[in-house]
């Protein structure tokens, strides 16, 4: 059964990009927020938190996979967009929040081992050594209010590295028909926050079957004159990272984000590796 709608109007979506949501926060800032999870005092989602402030997917993997992870988010940068590496040991983003702590400064982690999540914490000191790496990807809570949108398995194959392989998940949004060009241009500004739409109506094109039977997060209705548009989506290098098997992966809990110091009009401008493709497989 579809469920309530949670579509981003077009005039939402150029006042979210402009200038960040406008609503209640308990935290204005990065910073404050960051301190309050190293505090262990904010263990929520961090929707609508620190509005106007970039908001990341987090990754950190043990040394000897992070070349061959760095390689796959170049090849796939549309569902990958990846802002900022830390060095070997180093868990401090000096880009994207210098001083910040990627072990302590996030409200929840999840713990992977050989592909399962088998634990949730606040804090993952205790698991860092001397030869991990964090990765901080885009998403696209930069362009739209933070929700839980409908997001779906796909038929498009990534470019694979080592053992990172898979297919890419998309998010879909409903919108007018005579709206999808300007959202794909005011979205497509965004690289670094997985940019234009990789489909446009036409779900079967990418091996989505059935749009009200999303594979993560909750359907919603697709009126009439309106089209599905669907974006490249974060849960891809979580699925390509659970299908590696590796004996440790930390990430950020659903929900659960970094969020950075520089804001979302900053990143208008910021460069990630690689080139953005709807089809990454694609030469």
Same mark, same amino acid.
């Given at each position: 059964?579809?469920?309530?709608?949670?579509?981003?109007?077009?005039? !939402?979506?150029?006042?979210?990009?402009?200038?960040?949501?406008?609503?209640?926060?308990?935290?204005?800032?990065?910073?404050?927020?960051?301190?309050?999870?190293?505090?262990?005092?904010?263990?929520?989602?961090?929707?609508?938190?620190?509005?106007?402030?970039?908001?990341?997917?987090?990754?950190? !993997?043990?040394?000897?996979?992070?070349?061959?992870?760095?390689?796959?988010?170049?090849?796939?940068?549309?569902?990958?967009?990846?802002?900022?590496?830390?060095?070997?040991?180093?868990?401090?983003?000096?880009?994207?929040?210098?001083?910040?702590?990627?072990?302590?400064?996030?409200?929840?982690?999840?713990?992977?081992?050989?592909?399962?999540?088998?634990?949730?914490?606040?804090?993952?000191?205790? !698991?860092?050594?001397?030869?991990?790496?964090?990765?901080? !990807?885009?998403?696209?809570?930069?362009?739209?209010?933070?929700?839980?949108?409908?997001?779906?398995?796909?038929?498009?194959?990534?470019?694979?590295?080592?053992?990172?392989?898979?297919?890419?998940?998309?998010?879909?949004?409903?919108?007018?028909?005579?709206?999808?060009?300007?959202?794909?241009?005011?979205?497509?500004?965004?690289?670094?926050?997985?940019?234009?739409?990789?489909?446009?109506?036409?779900?079967?094109?990418?091996?989505?079957?059935?749009?009200?039977?999303?594979?993560?997060?909750?359907?919603?209705?697709?009126?009439?004159?309106?089209?599905?548009?669907?974006?490249?989506?974060?849960?891809?290098?979580?699925?390509?990272?659970?299908?590696?098997?590796?004996?440790?992966?930390?990430?950020?809990?659903?929900?659960?984000?970094?969020?950075?110091?520089?804001?979302?009009?900053?990143?208008?401008?910021?460069?990630?590796?690689?080139?953005?493709?709807?089809?990454?497989?694609?030469?």
């Amino acid at each position: 059964m579809m469920r309530a709608r949670l579509t981003l109007p077009l005039a !939402l979506c150029q006042r979210r990009v402009a200038e960040g949501v406008r609503r209640f926060a308990a935290y204005a800032t990065a910073r404050e927020l960051r301190e309050a999870c190293r505090q262990g005092s904010f263990a929520a989602h961090t929707t609508g938190e620190a509005p106007g402030f970039v908001q990341a997917n987090l990754v950190i !993997l043990p040394g000897q996979y992070a070349d061959d992870f760095h390689q796959f988010c170049a090849s796939n940068a549309a569902p990958c967009p990846l802002l900022e590496c830390t060095d070997p040991g180093d868990w401090e983003p000096r880009r994207l929040a210098p001083g910040a702590d990627v072990r302590s400064d996030l409200p929840k982690y999840h713990i992977w081992r050989e592909g399962s999540m088998v634990e949730e914490c606040q804090d993952v000191r205790h !698991l860092w050594d001397g030869q991990m790496r964090a990765f901080l !990807l885009g998403c696209s809570f930069t362009w739209e209010e933070g929700r839980n949108v409908p997001m779906y398995n796909t038929s498009i194959p990534l470019k694979g590295a080592g053992p990172f392989q898979g297919q890419m998940v998309v998010s879909m949004r409903p919108y007018k028909v005579q709206d999808s060009d300007k959202v794909a241009e005011i979205t497509g500004r965004y690289p670094a926050a997985h940019g234009q739409p990789v489909q446009v109506g036409q779900p079967s094109v990418i091996g989505v079957q059935d749009i009200a039977q999303p594979d993560y997060g909750q359907a919603v209705s697709v009126r009439d004159g309106e089209v599905p548009i669907f974006w490249a989506c974060g849960v891809t290098p979580q699925n390509a990272l659970r299908n590696a098997k590796l004996p440790l992966v930390i990430t950020h809990a659903p929900g659960h984000m970094f969020v950075a110091d520089i804001t979302n009009d900053q990143l208008r401008s910021w460069k990630v590796p690689g080139e953005w493709r709807a089809r990454p497989a694609e030469e």
